[in-house]
RNA sequence: GGAGAGGUACCCAAGUGGCCAAAGGGGACAGACUGUAAAUCUGCUGGCAGACGCCUUCGCUGGUUCAAAUCCAGCCCUCUCCA
């Protein structure tokens, strides 16, 4: 049975540039995981693939949206199965390359699909209710309703106490309960994990901010609210983007901006390593310095083969 | 040279005799995560110990006191103003 490739790791690790090798003996096409990726116009800050690797192989899932529409794991899920299927269709080998770890789990140990959608009025008013009396308040409501995500949720994790009321509220069972559920979904796949000694992951992040305002980030960010992308959107609170919306307001110097965004990329980076580290079934492949990048691909492309194809 | 202000833990910064291993913030570190996840949230941060607790810290050296980051003396350093 021919697996589902997915290559994975911290941001600045090289998941993009390893998968483009490995498409040079395989034929493969790319299925981005990775939710800043999808909007469009957003290519500097989100360190988008260039338009030459897409020439070169085919790429799913970016550019689907604009910065203010509407995205989220479950559609995600949505779009990389049907992805995956017509890669398939194609006789090609999907390969899911992305940091956004949460969706690669969405896809793989596949949430079943519930209709809770997000509730907007419902947000507002638990919102609300939060201002007025405090998280606390709310987070109780959970008490009855799902008494593990109660136990689970801070009370100030007021996101998630919100969603599970809302959930609670559209299904009428816990969402705590998913957890258990199996989805209607299953892929045997390979998973590949790029790991790389912190210091020096560290290192690779360092500068990196200092490359993309060369290349434009600013300007990037100046269009996007030229064309009235306000910075409280979900995709302009990302990485680079709300600290290059702060330097635009005059809150910060250039100088600060890049440490800030370098900063905030190190702490995503170990965000994500804390996320990894605890999902299973990744096989990681160490890259450094210290290993020639040959070595890496070669260890890759050779479980690659023997499994995807 | 003269007049002031100040030196507190990785950084900034409270604290002016006991309730101080020392508020608060930042950073670092660790963790969580099931419909916006590059987001959001939590914990922790002198050393040793499982714990009672013990030990070493508030520029340095002495002193006063039952007791000092806090009071006194001298010294070192920093900053501002006047020369």
Not at 22 to 38: G, T
Request: proline share 4%.
């Amino acid at each position: 049975m021919r697996e589902l490739l997915v290559i994975t790791g911290p941001t600045a690790s090289g998941k993009s540039r390893l998968a483009m090798d490995i498409a040079k003996e395989v034929p493969l096409e790319i299925i981005s995981a990775d939710s800043m990726q999808v909007y469009r116009h957003m290519d500097i800050g989100t360190d988008k693939p260039s338009m030459e690797d897409r020439k070169k192989v085919r790429h799913h899932l970016l550019d689907l949206k604009n910065p203010d529409e509407q995205w989220s794991v479950e559609e995600f899920q949505r779009f990389s199965e049907a992805a995956i299927d017509e890669i398939r269709a194609r006789g090609n080998v999907p390969a899911i390359v992305g940091g956004t770890g949460f969706y690669i789990r969405a896809l793989l140990k596949g949430f079943p699909l519930v209709d809770a959608p997000p509730n907007l009025k419902f947000r507002r008013e638990m919102q609300d209710m939060a201002t007025r009396s405090g998280n606390e308040a709310v987070h109780d409501l959970l008490r009855d309703r799902d008494p593990w995500s109660w136990e689970h949720l801070h009370p100030n994790d007021l996101k998630r106490v919100i969603r599970a009321l809302e959930y609670y509220d559209a299904v009428g069972h816990p969402i705590s309960l998913r957890r258990e559920a199996k989805s209607s979904r299953r892929y045997e796949y390979l998973m590949l994990g790029l790991q790389w000694e912190r210091q020096e992951l560290y290192r690779r992040i360092d500068g990196r901010a200092e490359e993309q305002v060369r290349r434009g980030l600013i300007e990037e960010v100046r269009g996007l609210l030229q064309m009235g992308y306000s910075k409280e959107l979900a995709s302009m609170n990302g990485l680079c983007y709300k600290e290059s919306c702060m330097f635009l307001e005059g809150l910060l110097t250039l100088d600060e901006t890049k440490e800030l965004i370098e900063r905030n990329t190190r702490r995503y980076a170990k965000r994500q390593m804390t996320w990894f580290a605890r999902e299973e079934g990744i096989i990681w492949i160490r890259a450094g310095n210290d290993r020639h990048w040959e070595d890496t691909l070669d260890e890759a492309l050779q479980m690659v083969k023997a499994r995807c194809l």
